[in-house]
T-cell receptor, first 114, second 113 residues
Framework: EAGVAQSPRYKIIEKRQSVAFWCNPISGHATLYWYQQILGQGPKLLIQFQNNGVVDDSQLPKDRFSAERLKGVDSTLKIQPAKLEDSAVYLC????????????FGPGTRLTVL | DAKTTQPPSMDCAEGRAANLPCNHSTISGNEYVYWYRQIHSQGPQYIIHGLKNNETNEMASLIITEDRKSSTLILPHATLRDTAVYYCIVRVGGFFGNEKLTFGTGTRLTIIP
């Protein structure tokens, strides 16, 4: 079974630029999560989708971050404009509706904002 | 905020059992204990979870105290590949489990050759 795919793996941008990350969850997984992991900390949930609807986006900085999951499969997370403090690893995870106990994580995208 | 307390780091000799403690004194009756680990430069990986009974799978065993205020993750025969950060998480699980995972800073486990 293929795992969660993310791209790019690494991205370096200047502050105030825009950036987008892509996630392809495991086939058949209705729930998709985006996490932000700052160096030395545990992952923090940014947004959770169930199919193409948002379940929880309470910790998403909506003035600069946006996410969408068209057709309930792939998802993109965008930052516009980026700030220095956005430097982090952005992790995508997915789970089935029947088993939200087990979240499967992708390898992450490491973002560096200069 | 994380609802759990873990030691920041631990060492274990290769081949020995690694016992990772976690305190969750404010756990509610419908909250499960989950363990995930994160190997360097990878995403977190699910290990095991439980409500009140001890659980075992191919990766590890989870021992939950009778009052459910603490638990221990046991890796029975640690290998170098078990070197990782281990996260203990408390969350409403099961059929109603749609609550987010809240990660703390975890325990950095180093397996010594």
């Amino acid at each position: 079974e293929a795992g969660v795919a993310q791209s790019p793996r690494y991205k370096i941008i200047e502050k105030r630029q825009s950036v987008a990350f892509w996630c392809n969850p495991i086939s058949g997984h209705a729930t998709l999560y985006w996490y932000q992991q700052i160096l030395g900390q545990g992952p923090k949930l940014l947004i959770q989708f169930q199919n193409n609807g948002v379940v929880d986006d309470s910790q998403l900085p909506k003035d600069r971050f946006s996410a969408e999951r068209l057709k309930g499969v792939d998802s993109t997370l965008k930052i516009q404009p980026a700030k220095l403090e956005d430097s982090a690893v952005y992790l995508c995870a997915s789970s089935t509706l029947a088993d939200t106990d087990t979240q499967y994580f992708g390898p992450g995208t490491r973002l560096t904002v200069l | 905020d994380a609802k759990t307390t873990q030691p920041p780091s631990m060492d274990c000799a290769e081949g020995r059992a690694a016992n990772l403690p976690c305190n969750h004194s404010t756990i509610s009756g419908n909250e499960y204990v989950y363990w995930y680990r994160q190997i360097h430069s990878q995403g977190p990986q699910y290990i095991i979870h439980g409500l009140k009974n001890n659980e075992t799978n191919e990766m590890a065993s989870l021992i939950i105290t009778e009052d459910r205020k603490s638990s221990t993750l046991i890796l029975p025969h640690a290998t170098l590949r078990d070197t990782a950060v281990y996260y203990c998480i408390v969350r409403v699980g099961g059929f109603f489990g749609n609550e987010k995972l809240t990660f703390g800073t975890g325990t950095r486990l180093t397996i010594i050759p």
